[in-house]
């Protein structure tokens, strides 16, 4: 069956960097799109981006553009989110999601991992 | 930007329906799903394209989505249904998420 498993959450300090990966099985992963979602403690849920099979397409929330940065290797079935400049409001369980189509109206994210714990302290 | 506004919570005895709402601009024009999330678990999608069931979603789940308001209906709800819900749309290839509503089985 699908499986998402995120890892590379942990502790870092505000300004420094973090890389979270997810790893996919149990689906042909580039035949999907795919996305990473927040979740801050005791929050509601925040799409942050998403990205296109090859890879060519990726989109942002405004929260993280500039600073994050979403890829794939489809080699290796994993996806990325690179995390820059973090901030003490980017704390935040962060889970990838696999999404039912090509981003647009009809779709949803249909499977999600687990999550993988990200905390912005000094 | 795009909101989705749910209300924060909503109680329902056993076995009584919940109705959680969702509401935005000329939501009806697009397609919202719903997601199910309980305590230290990722969300799990329960409602797509308004009113579609994923396969293993009980039937007491349904959807509705019409003018500026999405509705989801859990008919005979049951303890396990105590959770949160958030809607979700897309807006110009941003998704949204609605504030989430917490469903209490009294």
């Known amino acids: 069956q699908v499986q998402l498993v995120a890892s590379g959450g942990g502790l870092v300090k505000p300004g420094g960097s973090l890389r979270l990966s997810c790893a996919a099985s149990?689906?042909?992963?580039?035949?999907?799109?795919m996305s990473w979602i927040r979740q801050a403690p005791g929050k509601g849920l925040e799409w942050l981006a998403y990205?296109?099979?090859?890879?060519?397409?990726?989109n942002y929330a405004d929260s993280v553009k500039g600073r994050f940065l979403i890829s794939r290797d489809n080699a290796q079935n994993s996806l990325y989110l690179q995390m820059n400049s973090l901030r003490a409001e980017d704390t935040a369980t962060y889970y990838c999601?696999?999404?039912?189509?090509?981003?647009?109206?009809?779709?949803?994210?249909?499977?999600w991992g687990q999550g993988a714990l990200v905390t912005v302290s000094s | 930007s795009y909101d989705l506004t749910q209300p924060p919570s909503v109680s329902v005895s056993p076995g009584q329906t919940a109705s959680i709402t969702c509401s935005g601009d000329?939501?009806?024009?697009?397609?919202v799903s719903w997601y199910q999330q309980k305590p230290g678990q990722p969300p799990v999608l329960i409602i797509y394209?308004?009113?579609k069931r994923p396969s293993g979603i009980p039937e007491r789940f349904s959807g509705s989505n019409s003018g500026n308001t999405a509705t989801l209906t859990i008919s005979g709800t049951q303890a396990l249904d105590e959770a949160d819900y958030y809607c979700?749309?897309?807006?110009?290839?941003?998704?949204?998420f609605g504030t989430g509503a917490k469903v209490t089985v009294l």
């Open positions: 999601a696999r999404i039912s189509g090509p981003v647009g109206a009809t779709t949803s994210f249909d499977h």
């Open positions: 149990g689906f042909t992963f580039s035949d999907y799109y």
């Open positions: 990205i296109s099979t090859t890879g060519n397409t990726r």
């Open positions: 000329k939501l009806g024009d697009k397609y």
């Open positions: 394209q308004d009113t």
């Open positions: 979700q749309a897309w807006d110009s290839s941003t998704a949204v």
